[in-house]
């Protein structure tokens, strides 16, 4: 069974950067597409960014476009979220996710969560000055 395991998660101010990782364990992850969500307080969960298994297509949410970057190493077994001039708003519970390539693009899929058979515990990010 795939598993996923988050990191990079902390506090940073605002205009600052932070890069989150995730690492897959247990298979290989070149099968798989990758996402990225959040969730904030209060609100339901939030596609940020996708990435397709061979890395040739990316998408992103209009909020984090042109600041957020998503990228993945399959012969690393990683994939990450570069986060750069960071805003209070993006405060949340930042999760990876898997799911299979073969169910539909990035772009269709980060619309919704029901696609994506395996998350990531979660790791917090905090935007504060």
């Known amino acids: 069974q795939l598993q996923l395991v988050e990191s990079g998660g902390g506090l940073v101010q605002p205009g600052g950067s932070l890069r989150l990782s995730c690492a897959a364990v247990?298979?290989?992850?070149?099968?798989?597409?990758i996402a990225w969500f959040r969730q904030a307080p209060g609100k339901e969960r939030e596609g940020v960014s996708c990435?397709?298994?061979?890395?040739?297509?990316?998408n992103y949410a209009d909020s984090v476009l042109g600041r957020f970057t998503i990228s993945r190493d399959n012969a690393k077994k990683m994939a990450y979220l570069q986060m750069n001039g960071l805003k209070p708003e993006d405060t949340a519970v930042y999760y990876c996710?898997?799911?299979?390539?073969?169910?539909?693009?990035?772009?269709?899929?980060?619309?919704?969560?029901?696609?994506?058979?395996?998350w990531g515990q979660g790791t917090q990010v905090t935007v504060s000055s």
């Open positions: 990435i397709s298994s061979s890395s040739g297509s990316r």
């Open positions: 996710a898997a799911g299979s390539a073969a169910l539909g693009t990035c772009r269709s899929r980060l619309s919704t969560t029901s696609s994506w058979s395996i």
């Open positions: 247990g298979v290989t992850l070149d099968l798989y597409t």
